[in-house]
């Protein structure tokens, strides 16, 4: 399981891009690169997968550089709602699923 | 109704009793988790199963056993509760599937106090 390192917490304020970078340096060729998103009280739940290059959906951009030890989640112009803990996760089918302590983003007002 | 549910929500326990948490699932996965949150520590593996006859000790398993009744129910049981077992237990699964990374689903959690 390639290990990620992630910022331990980040401040913005409503309506402003939020861009949280993740590292792996040991990242595997057949691993993914996931995000999963954490509201207080309730269970992780899947933002965003990708493999490399950039990858969009309704809620956020993942960019993943050529050499993929990295990866940076975006989230455009972001709520109050959006107050949330980020994980990074990098593997592939097999691997064992553990959680770090994420980024918490607090949106303000 | 959920995809994966848990039971119970809540459950206060007294020092050295005997506590089970269920957990079921309804999409049809092979792979099941049980983790603990702790505050600041993000979440930790205790067991995984990858198929019914298939069990996996995780990250901290010690003072925890599961049982794997089917492929859609999965429980963790603590033998003998003791206070710094007091956590929020979220149980999982993943279809594992070939050609993508693996997407984990989560259930709502249980909180369980230990005094």
């Known amino acids: 399981l390639a290990k990620t390192t992630q910022p331990i917490s980040m401040d913005s304020y409503e309506g402003q891009e939020v861009n949280i970078t993740c590292s792996h340096n040991?990242?595997?060729?057949?691993?993914?690169i996931t995000w999963y998103q954490q509201f207080p009280s309730q269970g992780p739940r899947f933002i965003i997968q990708?493999?490399?290059t950039k990858v969009t959906n309704e809620v956020a951009s993942l960019f993943i550089p050529a050499d993929r030890k990295s990866s940076t989640l975006s989230l455009p112009r972001v709520s109050l709602s959006d107050t949330a803990v980020y994980y990074c996760?990098?593997?592939?089918?097999?691997?064992?699923?553990?959680f770090g302590a994420g980024t918490t983003v607090t949106v303000r007002a | 109704d959920a995809d994966v549910t848990q039971t119970p929500r809540n459950r206060i326990t007294k020092t050295g009793k005997r506590i089970m948490l269920e957990c079921s699932q309804t999409?049809?996965?092979?792979?099941m988790y049980w983790y603990r949150q702790d505050p600041g520590l993000g979440l930790r593996l205790i067991y995984y199963?990858?198929?019914?006859?298939?069990?996996n000790k995780g990250e901290i398993s010690d003072g925890y056993s599961v049982s794997r009744q089917a492929q859609a129910k999965f429980s963790l049981s603590l033998e003998s509760a003791i206070p710094n077992q007091t956590a929020l237990y979220f149980c999982?699964?993943?279809?594992?599937?070939?050609?993508?990374?693996?997407?984990?689903?989560f259930g709502e959690g249980s909180w369980l106090t230990v005094v």
């Open positions: 999982a699964t993943s279809d594992g599937s070939d050609g993508a990374g693996n997407t984990i689903y």
């Open positions: 040991n990242i595997a060729t057949n691993d993914y």
């Open positions: 990708g493999y490399k």
């Open positions: 996760l990098v593997g592939t089918n097999d691997y064992k699923l553990s």
């Open positions: 999409k049809g996965h092979d792979r």
């Open positions: 199963s990858f198929d019914v006859k298939d069990i």
